[in-house]
Each structure stands twice: as structure tokens, then as C-alpha cells.
T-cell receptor
């Protein structure tokens, strides 16, 4: 089955700096890669996703890149703000199958 | 409804008891997933329904866990003979089409087995 690894487990950045979270997956059949943000005690919320037919997707301060050959994908947050502080999860799926999540990255943005 | 609704939001039960957790998906969503999230971990897949049928139940940890979705809408996760290790947040998600594209999570049920 699919295995998703996520790094780093914790990340502290100064407000205004960029943050990068990296994930790798094992199943070459995976073709959909969503990212979720989870604040303490709340549900995971989809913030951006990418399908395997594109290499990069951007939405304001958030971007995701995908390298299918290397089986890795990354989340980039620019101009970080304190409200970006949360746990971020990457995930991978073949779309019509179960979604496998990474172990999460706790991001702390220091004002 | 406006979102995925899960009830109860919190459930405390004694070891050995039976519990039912309910998920009410967004109206019209055909795909429904159950996950379990332990503290500090990512959501762990349990079971996936497409309509009324379980398309993939490979994540159910053992035969104490069972889930149904009889009419293709509301789903119930059932846990028999609960154990302390079952304590976690149980999350439900639904999506409009086949599979996981753009699906939405509910707020979860926090289950505590004492």
C-alpha cells in the first residue's frame, strides 16, 4: 500500500519568512495530492491540492510542487503570518482509493 | 446540510462497552470515509464507502469495528467491546464524486474509553 513520509515534524519561522514542508510517497499509481491544515482541536481543512498532470499549483501565498519521477511533493508558504501556525498534513491517493496521510508538520510562526 | 456533521462530538465510555458514532455527509455526496486520529498523528484510514457499499474496509483494525451506510447517506461506525486503545478522534469525510477529490472533513467525535 501507499506510504507517505513528511518532513520536518516541527518547523519554526519568523513572521514574513517562507516555510517549506516536504513529502515523499511510495505508490507510483497515486495521482492526487491534497494538503490539509489543522488547528488545535479542529478538523483538517483542505488548503490546496495538486493532480499528477501538473507540476506546480499556486494559490496566493501557498504553492505546491510535484515531482512524479522522484515521488515527492512540497508545500511552500511565503510571507508567513501568525495565523499560519497549525499542523499541516500532506496526503496521497489514487483518487478512487483511500487517502494516506503523512505524520504532520507543526508550523510555528513567530511574530 | 452545509457541512459534514458528526455526532456526538464527545463520547466517554467504559472499557468493554459498545459505541456508535454517526456521520451525516454533505447532501448528495456519494463518497464517505472514516478515519481515526490519535494525538499528534495524521488521520489513519479506516473504511471508504461509495454509495451504500464499502469499497475498501482494509483499515478497520479488527472485527470489533464495523461501519454501515444503508441508504447511501448517513453512516454509522460501530465499535464493540471497546478498549482503552480505541480512544482517539474519529473523523468522517465526504466528497461529491467517486473518490477523494476535494473532500470535506467533519469536526470529529472524540472517543475516550476509561
Amino acid at each position: 500500500g501507499e506510504n507517505v513520509e513528511q518532513h520536518p515534524s516541527t518547523l519554526s519561522v519568523q513572521e514574513g519568512d517562507s516555510a517549506v514542508i516536504k513529502c515523499t510517497y511510495s505508490d507510483s499509481a497515486s495521482n492526487y495530492f491534497p494538503w490539509y491544515k489543522q488547528e488545535l482541536g479542529k478538523r483538517p481543512q483542505l488548503i490546496i491540492d495538486i493532480r499528477s498532470n501538473v507540476g506546480e499549483k499556486k494559490d496566493q501565498r501557498i504553492a505546491v510542487t510535484l515531482n512524479k519521477t522522484a515521488k515527492h511533493f512540497s508545500l511552500h508558504i511565503t510571507e508567513t503570518q501568525p495565523e499560519d501556525s497549525a499542523v499541516y498534513f500532506c496526503a496521497a491517493t489514487g483518487g478512487y482509493q483511500k487517502v494516506t496521510f503523512g505524520t504532520g508538520t507543526k508550523l510555528q510562526v513567530i511574530p | 446540510g452545509a457541512g459534514v456533521s458528526q455526532t456526538p462530538s464527545n463520547k466517554v465510555t467504559e472499557k468493554g462497552k459498545y459505541v456508535e458514532l454517526r456521520c451525516d455527509p454533505i447532501s448528495g455526496h456519494t463518497a464517505l470515509y472514516w478515519y481515526r486520529q490519535s494525538l499528534g498523528q495524521g488521520p489513519e484510514f479506516l473504511i471508504y464507502f461509495q454509495g451504500t457499499g464499502a469499497a475498501d474496509d482494509s483499515g478497520l483494525p479488527n472485527d470489533r469495528f464495523f461501519a454501515v451506510r444503508p441508504e447511501g447517506s448517513v453512516s454509522t461506525l460501530k465499535i464493540q467491546r471497546t478498549e482503552r486503545g480505541d480512544s482517539a478522534v474519529y473523523l468522517c469525510a465526504s466528497s461529491p464524486g467517486q473518490g477523494a477529490y476535494g473532500y470535506t472533513f467533519g469536526s470529529g467525535t472524540r472517543l475516550t474509553v476509561v
